[in-house]
C-alpha cells in the first residue's frame, strides 16, 4: 500500500507540474518561481515533463514551426527529402539551443522572432516560385534552424531549467521538439502526401494554394513582429 501510495504521488506531482508549464509556455510571469518549486522533483520526473513541454511547444503552441515544418514538406511530399531537412534543421537548432540556454550566445528576440517569420514566408515562396527541390535548400534549412534554435531558447529561457536536471531536461526539451516536428510531418503525409503527392494536380491544388496562405500568415507576421512588437 505504501509503495502504491508513492507511486501515485509521483504521477500527482507529475501531472501538476506538466499542466503548470503548459501555463507557463503562454503566461511566463511566474516562470522562475515555479521552475524552483520543480526543481524538487527527481531528475527523470523533470526529464518527463521537459519531455512534454517540448512536444507542446510545438504542438499545438509553436503555429509558426508548424507553418515551417509543413512549407518544407509541401514541396516534396516525399518522407525521404523531408528527412533530410528535418535533420539539417534538427542539427541547426540543437546548436543554437544549447549555446543559448548555456549563455555563451544572448539572442534578441526583437531580432530572432521577426527572422523565423521571415523564414517562413521565404520557404512558402519558394514552393510557389520553384517546381522542385533545390540543392540549395538543405543549407538554407540549417540556417534558418539557426535561427530558430534561438526561439525555442528564448521561450526555454522564460521558463528556465531545474539546477538539478539542467542538462538532462534541455536535451529532452529538445527531444520533445523533434517529436513534435516529426509528428507534424506525418500527419501531412498520411493526411495528403501520401494519397495526392504524386498526382499531376498536386502542385496546382495543394502546394501553391497552402504555400500562397503560408506566405500571407508569415507576411502578417513579419510586420507585426518588426514594427509592432
Do not use: C
Not at 187 to 207: E, T
Request: without cysteine; hydrophobic residues 55%.
Amino acid at each position: 500500500m505504501h509503495i502504491t501510495t508513492l507511486h501515485n504521488r509521483s504521477y500527482l506531482r507529475k501531472v501538476i507540474g506538466f499542466f503548470i508549464l503548459l501555463f507557463l509556455a503562454t503566461n511566463t510571469l511566474w516562470a522562475h518561481d515555479v521552475t524552483g518549486e520543480l526543481e524538487k522533483m527527481s531528475k527523470s520526473d523533470a526529464a518527463f515533463l521537459y519531455l512534454q513541454l517540448g512536444f507542446t511547444h510545438i504542438l499545438p503552441l509553436g503555429f509558426d514551426h508548424i507553418l515551417f515544418v509543413l512549407s518544407l514538406f509541401l514541396l516534396s511530399p516525399r518522407l525521404k527529402p523531408v528527412l533530410y531537412q528535418a535533420t539539417a534543421f534538427t542539427i541547426a537548432h540543437s546548436v543554437t539551443l544549447g549555446l543559448a540556454m548555456y549563455q555563451v550566445i544572448t539572442p534578441s528576440p526583437k531580432i530572432v522572432e521577426p527572422i523565423i517569420a521571415i523564414s517562413i514566408l521565404y520557404v512558402a515562396m519558394e514552393n510557389v516560385f520553384y517546381p522542385g527541390l533545390k540543392k540549395s535548400r538543405i543549407g538554407v534549412v540549417f540556417l534558418f534552424g539557426l535561427v530558430h534554435g534561438m526561439g525555442f531558447a528564448s521561450a526555454l529561457g522564460e521558463l528556465g531549467l531545474p539546477r538539478n536536471a539542467y542538462l538532462t531536461s534541455l536535451i529532452m526539451f529538445n527531444v520533445g521538439v523533434e517529436l513534435g516536428q516529426l509528428a507534424v510531418i506525418l500527419s501531412a503525409y498520411f493526411l495528403f502526401g501520401k494519397w495526392f503527392g504524386q498526382k499531376p494536380y498536386y502542385r496546382n491544388r495543394i502546394v501553391i494554394p497552402l504555400s500562397v496562405v503560408i506566405a500571407i500568415i508569415a507576411a502578417y507576421w513579419t510586420v507585426q513582429r518588426v514594427f509592432f512588437q
